[in-house]
């Protein structure tokens, strides 16, 4: 299995900023992935995080507003871009690997943000 | 597309019940199904799996089986506790590798003391 740890945990922003959260995995991962879970509902894929390269954006969701990197196989970073508070959600990191047998996907603990 | 339909929640229950949680999925082929657990304030946890039909998937009490023929995987448990008061996701993938998981809705599950 696969630990994910993200930063931060928790936190509350003015509208129009930005904020990046990290995630890291304690082991090396062939995919990593970041979901929206808006309040009361399920979890949504924004994107697939691609090492070093563009990440894959699922459809209603635009590099622009989510840039996400990997620099490597064990660390991804999503910013949230000039935010509203529609964009007020738990975000979550996942791994899948690095033994394609497994056949399961890891999350990490999520990162509650608020935007006022 | 593929898709999830899980039961809708809250559902409340009294300590010791017998727990199901329906999930149906549509989806061609053989996917993998899922139930992963969210604890109040904690991420996604996988639950159980199964990756093909008559599988059985459990863990800590609980159980599925994926039912081909009424494409089906409902969540069962025998006897509830306090702790297992969450939220259920049910999930399918297609991807051998796990790598484009679908999710239910989620139902919220509480149970009294």
């Known amino acids: 299995s696969a630990v994910i740890s993200q930063k931060p945990s928790r936190d509350i922003c003015q509208r129009g900023t930005s904020l990046t959260i990290q995630c890291q995995v304690d082991?090396?991962?062939?995919?990593m992935f970041w979901y929206r879970q808006q309040p009361g509902q399920s979890l949504t894929l924004i994107a697939t995080?691609?090492?070093?390269?563009?990440?894959?954006?699922e459809s209603g969701f635009v590099i622009d507003k989510f840039p996400i990197s990997r620099p490597n196989l064990t660390f991804s970073t999503l910013t949230v871009s000039n935010m509203s508070p529609e964009d007020s959600s738990i975000y979550l990191c996942?791994?899948?690997?690095?033994?394609?047998?497994?056949?399961?996907?890891?999350f990490g603990p999520g990162t509650r943000l608020t935007v006022l | 597309g593929d898709s999830v339909t899980q039961m809708e929640g809250p559902v409340t229950l009294s300590e010791e019940a017998f727990l199901t949680i329906n999930c149906t999925y549509t989806?061609?082929?053989?996917?993998?199904l899922f139930w992963y657990v969210q604890y109040p304030g904690e991420g996604l946890q996988l639950l159980l799996k199964a990756t093909k039909a008559d599988d059985k998937g459990s863990n800590k009490g609980f159980e599925a089986t994926y039912r081909k023929e009424t494409t089906s995987f409902h969540l069962e448990k025998g006897s509830v506790q306090v702790s297992d008061s969450a939220v259920y996701f049910c999930a399918l993938s297609r991807d051998s590798s796990a790598s484009k998981i679908i999710f239910g809705s989620g139902t919220r599950l509480s149970i009294r003391p």
């Open positions: 996942s791994a899948v690997g690095p033994d394609p047998r497994y056949n399961e996907q890891f």
């Open positions: 082991s090396q991962v062939t995919m």
């Open positions: 989806a061609t082929g053989y996917p993998s």
């Open positions: 995080a691609n090492q070093g390269s563009e990440a894959t954006y």
